[in-house]
């Protein structure tokens, strides 16, 4: 069995996540804060569950698509850093329209 962190779902929109993504400083502060209740608890990975990049009706912005793949990416080099063994998965849209708005599959697949 593992343990992951979830953050997001369907209620919590688009919009938090965005302001955090857009920013360095917000970035780093979320993913700081993550690592250190990952460490304390003792959790395996995360699911990351932003309902949805890029699809305006969520709350979400154009520029979600380049600041998602950027925030996972830092994610993930902090998870290694960590040196735990982390996982990360993530839901996302099977809409065609929010998948083209919101998720650049072969970046993120990296």
Same mark, same amino acid.
């Given at each position: ?18 302001? @955090? ?16 209740? @990952? ?32 925030? @996972? ?38």
């Amino acid at each position: 069995m593992k343990l992951l962190v979830a953050v997001g779902g369907g209620d919590a929109g688009s919009t938090p996540f965005s302001d @955090m993504a857009g920013v360095p400083e917000r970035r780093a502060t979320f993913i700081g804060s993550l690592v250190g209740v @990952m460490n304390q608890y003792a959790f395996d990975g995360l699911d990351m569950d932003w309902e949805y990049p890029g699809v305006v009706w969520s709350g979400g912005r154009p520029e979600d698509k380049v600041n998602f793949v950027t925030f @996972m990416s830092e994610l993930r080099s902090a998870f290694n850093n960590a040196g735990r063994g982390w996982e990360i998965t993530m839901a996302v849209s099977v809409v065609p329209a929010n998948i083209k708005d919101g998720y650049d599959l072969v970046q993120l697949c990296q």
